[in-house]
């Protein structure tokens, strides 16, 4: 009798021993969750670089004079993206820097020579300002620079001389 059971529990205990052996897990946990809240990096956007080129002419002349038909100075510029992603050109505005009212040239008035008296603005054939310019790419326009004929004055103090014109781009 006694050889039974022991017969048994040892075939009890290499069943255990066996299950064991094979891996088999009869009780195990199982893991809680877990989480991370990770930052990325956003760039920021970079002034644009804004050249002018060669003026060109509407007409014949190749100088501004009061009042002069087909006598307009056709100043072309480019505006090119330096940021490392896409950027929009949101507005051009075309300026004429001045002090006490008269226009300046190389941020030197010229005295006598009135703002007034001209009017520099976009070229009606600019295309229209994009969403998006990639970075290296450029917007190209021009702007348009003429002198009005004033009566009852003296234009002189304008004669040779080469009035600024500020292209900002943003």
């Known amino acids: 009798m006694f050889r039974k059971l022991y017969k048994k529990r040892l075939a009890a205990v290499a069943f255990i021993g066996a299950l064991a052996v094979t891996g ?5 946990f199982t893991g809680g969750s877990g989480n991370v809240t990770a930052n990325g990096t956003v760039g920021s956007s970079s002034a644009w670089t804004v050249a002018a080129g060669t003026p060109t002419w509407s007409g014949t002349l190749t ?3 009061p009042g002069a038909t087909n006598d307009t100075e056709l100043i072309p510029f480019t505006a090119t993206n330096n940021g490392k992603g ?3 050109v949101t507005n051009v505005s075309i300026t004429m820097p001045t002090l006490n009212g008269d226009v300046t040239s190389g941020g030197v008035e010229i005295t006598g020579c009135k703002a007034a008296w001209f009017t520099a603005a976009g070229d009606a054939s600019n295309p229209a300002l994009p ?3 990639a ?3 450029a917007y190209s326009g021009k702007v348009d620079l003429t002198m009005q ?7 002189d103090a304008c004669q040779g001389k080469t009035p600024a014109v500020t292209i900002t781009v943003s």
């Open 24 to 28: 088999v897990a009869v009780a195990y």
């Open 63 to 65: 100088a501004l004079y």
């Open 86 to 88: 896409d950027e929009a």
């Open 131 to 133: 969403d998006d310019i």
């Open 135 to 137: 970075s290296g790419s």
């Open 149 to 155: 004929n004033v009566t009852n004055a003296s234009q």
